[in-house]
């Protein structure tokens, strides 16, 4: 049970506070070369490179099938109250380079994780990326009040590891060989930040 319903019986609850309302009618977040806007179905076909797999390629009944799954769902995004789902959309020009995710929302603990996605290497080491994290970082501990914000990064990933050091992430341990990636076994870094970290 969310704390904020025991703050009767348990004065300290009432410090915790977050707002999932915040999910589910999730704001736009502007920065320096990129915004977040809630992810909705105009944007699937900017960033059909994140969902796209052998089973949606061609016209085969499966493949219109998946698409047509991943179009609802991404049109779902925009109403889940325990999730918040963003399109990272250059400010530039208004294209979509890749997506945010706030998810696994645990409300009593005022933690969740993080996870970005961009399209491809044509809009890497850009900024854009690094831009985006910051504002969902300032987000998570500002209007929505986590108390704690995770992530997992592929170990072999450095730029990453980089961006997400820089914003403040600390690593926190190592899955050994937890994912499995074109036939081949990566080690995992877990990384998170807390609301009493420094945030860089």
């Known amino acids: 049970m969310p704390c904020r319903h025991l703050a009767t019986a348990y004065p300290s609850c009432l410090d915790q506070a977050v707002d999932v309302r915040l999910l589910q009618d999730a704001p736009t977040l502007v920065g320096g070369l990129v915004r977040l806007e809630p992810l909705g179905p105009e ?4 960033l059909w490179p994140l969902f796209d797999g052998p089973e949606l390629a061609g016209d085969s009944p499966l493949a219109i099938f998946a698409r047509e799954r991943v179009t609802a769902g ?3 995004a925009r109403t889940r109250a325990d999730r918040a789902d963003w399109a990272i959309v250059r400010v530039a020009d208004g294209q979509p380079v890749g997506e945010v995710v706030l998810f696994e929302l645990h409300e009593e603990h005022e933690a ?5 996605a961009l399209v491809g290497p044509e809009v890497f080491d850009r900024g854009y990326g690094t831009d ?7 987000f998570a501990f500002g209007p929505l009040g986590l108390r704690r914000l995770s992530l997992d990064v592929d170990a072999a990933n450095e730029r990453a590891r980089r961006v997400y050091r820089r914003l403040g992430f600390v690593e926190e341990g190592r899955r050994r060989e937890a994912r499995l990636v074109d036939g081949e076994w990566h080690d995992v870094i877990d990384m998170a930040l807390l609301s009493s970290d420094p945030r860089p």
Do not use: G, N, S, Y
């Open 43 to 46: 944007h699937l076909a900017a």
């Open 132 to 138: 985006a994290t910051r504002l969902v970082r300032d």
């Open 74 to 76: 991404v049109a779902r």
């Open 112 to 116: 969740m994780t993080f996870r970005i």
